[in-house]
Structure formats: structure tokens, C-alpha cells
């Protein structure tokens, strides 16, 4: 619901990949959402970018999910060590408060990539 109010409301063509998800933990999936809120709203505020593809699947018992955007990019390091990406450091934060794995790449003028995995335990 949320990717369709952001095509509604932006320039910016969202693609949603769904494979094997389902209904986990309350307490990682809310993380996982909130994760992904984020991801987003720093791509409408920040990157100039007219694509998001995020790729969601579930295996095993781990959900892996793959975030990019083709806007500007930003160093990731600078960011981070000048404080200046508060919901960077959240987002790391979060994942790693149910021990899951977080990866931030981005590049000047090609985008940005987030992966991150988490353990997931059905309802």
C-alpha cells in the first residue's frame, strides 16, 4: 500500500518483487516496514531518482530484502561519520536490534543499494 501512495504522489516508478513472503513476527515485521519507510523517504528527499525496485524474498526462515534507487548517491562513510544520516544510523539500529545484517552501498551519480536480511519466526 505504501509503494502505491509514493507512485501516486511522486515521479517515481516503484517496482515491488514479492517471492515466498509471509506473515512473521509482529516485532520484525514492523522493523522490516519501518526500514523500508525510511528507504524511501530518503530517495524522494534526497536522491533525485525516478526508480526504486525492492526485491522482498522469504527462505528458511530469513527474509532478504534488496532496496535501490538510480538517483545521485551519496558517500556512505561521509554521511555516516558526520552524523548527518540520522535515519542511516536508525536504520542500522533497527536491523541489528534483532540481529539481522544490513549493507549500504551507494556511488556519486549511481544510486543507491540497501540490503538486509533477517531471522523470521512464523505466527
Do not use: P, W
Amino acid at each position: 500500500a505504501f509503494t502505491e501512495k509514493v507512485k501516486e504522489s511522486s515521479n517515481i516508478c516503484v517496482e515491488l518483487n514479492i517471492e515466498n513472503l509471509i506473515r512473521f513476527n509482529k516485532n520484525a515485521e514492523t522493523i522490516a516496514y519501518r526500514v523500508l519507510c525510511e528507504c524511501i523517504n530518503n530517495t524522494i528527499k534526497h536522491a533525485n531518482a525516478s526508480k526504486i525496485v525492492i526485491d522482498m524474498r522469504c527462505h528458511n526462515d530469513v527474509l532478504r530484502v534488496e532496496y535501490s534507487d538510480n538517483g545521485k548517491g551519496f558517500d556512505v562513510d561521509e554521511v555516516i561519520s558526520q552524523h548527518k544520516g540520522i535515519g542511516l544510523l536508525n536504520m542500522q539500529s533497527r536491523i541489528k536490534s534483532i540481529n539481522g545484517l544490513i549493507d549500504i552501498i551507494s556511488t556519486l551519480g549511481k544510486g543507491t543499494t540497501i540490503r538486509f536480511q533477517m531471522k523470521i519466526q512464523n505466527n
